[in-house]
């Protein structure tokens, strides 16, 4: 099984910075635009299941998501 590079416990803004095309599944799970007025700075200590818990989501399906994409196995728009 290939390594998944993302996990919960991983602050939204490294997700981010390694990986610039998760940004639709941000979005797409109902986050805010990450990369504009003061959500960058918060970002940065915010971690993926902290987020999962805002937004009322399975953190394992976001985990999964971010992962799919982040490997390329599929596109962003395609979430």
């Known amino acids: 099984m290939a390594e998944r590079p993302v996990d919960a416990e991983m602050p939204v803004w490294e997700v981010y910075r390694r990986y610039p095309q998760t940004i639709d599944v941000f979005l ?21 299941k902290w987020v999962a818990r805002m937004h009322r ?22 979430r």
């Open 28 to 48: 797409g799970y109902g986050c805010p635009d990450i990369r504009r007025g003061a959500f960058p700075l918060l970002m940065r200590v915010v971690r993926l």
């Open 57 to 78: 989501v399975a953190v394992a399906d976001l985990v999964r998501d971010l992962n799919d994409v982040a490997a390329g196995d599929v596109a962003a728009g395609e």
